[in-house]
């Protein structure tokens, strides 16, 4: 029997995905017809994205389950039309593109490039940073992504903390967990890098009290999302030079608002939530097995657990 996948996610990526999301459902020996115009009472699954055309689930009757084409689920987690399972999205494309992000703007501020790049006096400055294992480099979340930048700081030598909800065991990395570890994660962390989903726990993990307890001239990268971080104590922390830098990728608000005192502060690097995208080749995989799996009556993986909002 054929099953009917909408595809809900940005219409202008439809094109690109139609030919990949047919091939790997091919490849899982699934017989279905994907489109982004299916009436919703017929509709089996549902491709989903948070800037796609689809929010209200309500009239899809038929649906066994909702695939999001994004990691981050905060914009869905909540919506009380949903009734079917909802999985995230976990794909090597977003995560090689992570880790590429990650490491690139943890280099940048370990061997402090900026000072070489943007040299409009034609010094001539010599000095060598400390080795990577004299930087000691903090992960807030140990998820796919975290998971995956921690073992490529490791390899390139940096002592990698991770912290996470539970308790985690990743091999070469100082796990903690829980409000405790939290602020042991931060003691000492020269480069803290943000990679927790966005729910009502993990909002202001970085607050005043929490950055107090970084080094001075600590650096922070927030790929994560805005509220993370208090931003006026962020501010406030970067205005006294007790935080060095901040590279932030994602913002309460995007885009970020033109008078935003993030955009033309000298310690702060916007970049424009661009950190990492999901890829349509590898994502296709993901969403194909899925289904596979929901038809064989298999668990689905990446499963949102909506109570914990991630
Ligand atoms: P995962 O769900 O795989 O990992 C989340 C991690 O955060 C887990 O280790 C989890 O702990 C931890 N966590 C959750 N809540 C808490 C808490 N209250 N206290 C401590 N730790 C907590 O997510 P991913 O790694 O796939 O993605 C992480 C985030 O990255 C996404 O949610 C999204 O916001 C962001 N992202 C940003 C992109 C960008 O371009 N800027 C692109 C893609 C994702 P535990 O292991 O115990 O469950």
Not at 73 to 80: C, F, P, R, S
Not at 194 to 202: D, K, S, V
Not at 257 to 273: E, S
Not at 279 to 300: F, Y
């Amino acid at each position: 029997m054929s099953v009917n996948v909408l595809f809900a996610g940005r219409p202008d990526r439809w094109a690109e995905y139609q030919p990949l999301l047919d091939a790997a459902l091919a490849r899982e020996g699934i017989d279905a017809h994907v489109s982004p115009e299916i009436a919703p009472e017929e509709v089996d699954y549902i491709v989903y994205a948070p800037n796609g055309p689809v929010q209200d689930f309500t009239s899809y009757t038929r649906a066994k389950a909702v695939l999001s084409l994004w990691a981050g689920v905060e914009k869905i987690v909540d919506n009380e039309t949903l009734t079917q399972p909802l999985t995230r999205m976990v794909d090597d494309g977003l995560r090689r593109g992570m880790v590429e992000w990650v490491t690139g703007h943890v280099l940048r501020h370990h061997l402090g490039m900026d000072a070489h790049i943007v040299n409009p006096d034609c010094v001539w400055k010599q000095g060598a940073p400390p080795l990577a294992p004299d930087r000691p480099v903090t992960i807030l979340g140990l998820g796919a992504l975290g998971i995956a930048c921690a073992e490529a700081l490791m390899g390139l030598g940096f002592p990698v903390t991770g912290w996470s909800r539970g308790p985690k065991d990743v091999p070469g990395v100082r796990c903690l967990a829980g409000n405790a570890g939290l602020d042991a994660a931060l003691e000492g962390a020269e480069i803290v890098v943000l990679l927790l989903p966005q729910t009502p726990e993990t909002e202001n993990t970085l607050d005043a009290r929490r950055l107090a307890l970084l080094p001075r001239g600590a650096v922070i990268l927030n790929p994560g999302r805005g509220p993370l971080i208090d931003d006026d104590a962020l501010l406030a922390a970067l205005d006294e030079g007790h935080i060095g830098h901040a590279t932030l990728d994602t913002f309460r608000v995007e885009p970020l608002p033109d008078d935003h005192p993030y955009w033309r502060h000298p310690r702060v690097t916007v970049t424009p939530h661009i950190a990492s995208d999901t890829r349509a080749g590898t994502a296709a995989d993901v969403i194909a097995e899925n289904i596979r799996r929901s038809e064989a009556g298999e668990p689905l993986l990446h499963l949102v657990n909506r109570t914990l909002g991630y």
